[in-house]
């Protein structure tokens, strides 16, 4: 399967850079440490992060994302899919379907990252982050509506997989708990965002092998190398 990113998103975001952790799941290892120990414990620091520092307000992590989606045609309402995460950490009313899932969150919201997971058996030929011509049909719970010209989506032969880059994951592609071959997915669109991503990848691919066994492969597209065969 091939993975890219068409060029005209570097047009828009000429600093983008996807980072791509594909991971062969083993059986959870249920430890002293686990998932939902880390989840809460990333909620909590989250609430904490509300605290100022000196009279000043803590900068705020959304900020480049936000700059990123005034660029390319959006939704009304469409942000990136880490802005509800945290708005869910902040109300205390972050929910989970299990142990993947926790780990996954934990990890974005101590990095203040966006994660999405991907099913790689269900990919149908490719998958690729583009410029949306318009009209590529996308599932979302059992409802088909259509994408936006201008609009930055991940699609594959059968349409759009993700629209607003990762503002809504198709159920139709979306990991779960049962799946065994995942690809885990994590943009970042300036510098110092980049780092932080690069953080968390790496910290999601410790935890990954730590708790599942997992046999991980992690790669960089951006705009030296814009595809991957994986």
Request: aromatic residues 8%.
């Amino acid at each position: 399967m091939k993975i890219y990113v068409e060029e005209a998103v570097f047009s828009l975001l000429p600093r983008f850079t996807l980072f791509c952790l594909q991971a062969d799941m083993g059986s959870f290892r249920l430890g002293d440490r686990n998932p939902m120990a880390d989840l809460k414990t990333a909620v909590e620091s989250v609430k904490g992060r509300e605290k100022k520092e000196e009279g000043l307000p803590l900068p705020d992590p959304l900020e480049p994302w936000r700059e990123a989606f005034k660029k390319f045609t959006a939704d009304k309402g469409a942000s990136c899919s880490l802005d509800s995460l945290l708005s869910r950490a902040h109300a205390g009313t972050v929910e989970s379907i299990g142990p993947v899932d926790e780990t996954v969150k934990a990890v974005s919201l101590y990095f203040s990252v966006p994660i999405s997971a991907l099913d790689v058996s269900k990919v149908r030929r490719f998958l690729g982050l583009c410029l949306s011509r318009g009209r590529d049909p996308f599932l979302d719970e059992e409802k088909e509506s259509l994408t936006r010209e201008g609009e930055v989506c991940y699609m594959d032969k059968l349409g759009a997989a993700s629209r607003c880059i990762n503002w809504k994951i198709s159920p139709r592609l979306k990991a779960t708990e049962e799946s065994r071959r995942i690809l885990f997915l994590s943009e970042s669109v300036d510098a110092d965002s980049r780092m932080r991503t690069a953080e968390a990848v790496k910290d999601l691919d410790r935890r990954l092998q730590a708790y599942f066994g997992a046999k991980t492969r992690f790669f960089v597209l951006d705009s030296t190398q814009m595809a991957k065969r994986i």
